[in-house]
């Protein structure tokens, strides 16, 4: 049957409607900021950084595909995700005002291959992604994602390791597939370890699981850890408030495995639990931090102090641990860590 269109009809009417649409949206968004500026209400501000935010993810994620298909063919392989995750960074900070922003620690990113690892919060955790997300590095993601358009495509076309919660058997092979690309390619993954968003208002982490743990031994590759403050007072979804703001970052020096077995698992993620809530609670007890995790300030933005405190802490940690094994040296970071926060609470 002919179409009663004619030629290229159908696509400028598609066109069309994607305008008014994307016409339609910028305006309610514009109303908004209109909003937010004149009245004190959080409601007007959240609703605008909310469709923004969608947008960005919308449009960035869109580059992504095309980012992917072009670099599956020219070098750098596998840094499509490093690509689009500067741009989404870049965009949400014109857009939103929101950053993140590394205070001590940014040599550790340079760490190839590693399993990175960093605290679960909020759907804000993207943008959290867009500034620490290393080159050479892949995330994992929930299967379910592989479905969303646009940004299910990019996923899998930029090399995301897709793990079935419901199929054990099934995400073991894909964490086996993972650690031979890191062995052979020197490739890094990205892994939440709780496994699930906190949505914590306070400074605290989910229970940690070892899967992350797991591929980091069959890989033999460190742990690199990496801890955003506690960002409850930009992003509060019960309380509808999404403000401008920046939330610190550290990142802690990597964690060795070389030797270890999967009898280590345990004490490995225990251990690395451990080191990454005390940076976790120090960072947001900082003045930097305070301004991200409390509602009642307002948004910080003169320059950060070094969180040389913390990394004096790691290295004196690192010196008490040099007598034992890995995990000896480990824990001595850790133990450094608590000695530190209890001087600080003296």
């Not at 072009?70 to 689009?84: E, G, K, M, V």
């Not at 592989?146 to 996923?155: D, E, H, S, Y």
């Not at 801890?227 to 509808?240: F, H, I, N, P, T």
Request: a positive charge; aromatic letters at 8%.
């Amino acid at each position: 049957m002919r179409s009663p269109l004619p030629p290229g009809s159908a696509m400028n009417v598609f066109l069309w409607i994607l305008f008014q649409l994307l016409s339609t949206y910028l305006f309610i968004a514009m109303l908004l900021l209109a909003l937010s500026l004149l009245t004190t209400h959080p409601l007007p501000s959240f609703l605008y950084r909310l469709l923004v935010s969608y947008l960005a993810l919308l449009l960035c994620a869109s580059y992504g595909v095309f980012a992917s298909l072009a670099l599956l063919i020219l070098p750098p392989h596998r840094s499509a995700q490093w690509a689009t995750a500067r741009a989404f960074k870049h965009t949400m900070s014109l857009l939103t005002g929101i950053s993140f922003e590394i205070l001590s620690g940014r040599q550790h990113l340079l760490t190839r291959p590693a399993v990175f690892v960093g605290n679960h919060q909020t759907a804000l955790d993207v943008l959290f992604l867009g500034e620490i997300f290393p080159q050479h590095c892949s995330v994992t993601a929930k299967k379910s994602l592989k479905r969303v358009p646009f940004l299910g495509w990019f996923m899998a076309l930029s090399g995301t390791v897709f793990i079935d919660r419901a199929d054990r058997a099934t995400a073991m092979k894909a964490f086996e597939g993972a650690a031979r690309e890191m062995r052979e390619q020197r490739q890094s993954v990205f892994i939440f370890p709780e496994g699930t968003r906190s949505n914590a208002e306070e400074a605290t982490l989910l229970p940690f699981k070892k899967g992350a743990f797991h591929l980091a031994i069959q890989a033999q590759v460190p742990i690199v850890p990496v801890v955003a403050g506690c960002y409850w007072g930009v992003l509060g979804v019960r309380e509808r408030r999404f403000r401008a703001g920046r939330i610190p970052v550290v990142v802690l020096p990597p964690i060795p495995t070389a030797h270890l077995t999967p009898a280590d698992v345990e004490d490995l993620t225990r251990q690395t639990r451990d080191a990454m809530l005390d940076a976790l609670v120090r960072l947001t007890a900082s003045p930097r931090g305070q301004h991200a995790a409390n509602p009642a300030l307002r948004p910080l933005t003169a320059p950060a102090p070094p969180f040389a405190s913390l990394e004096a802490a790691l290295a004196d940690g690192k010196e008490a641990g040099a007598g034992g094994g890995t995990l000896a040296r480990n824990n001595g970071g850790v133990e450094a860590l608590r000695r530190h926060g209890r001087g600080k609470e003296n």
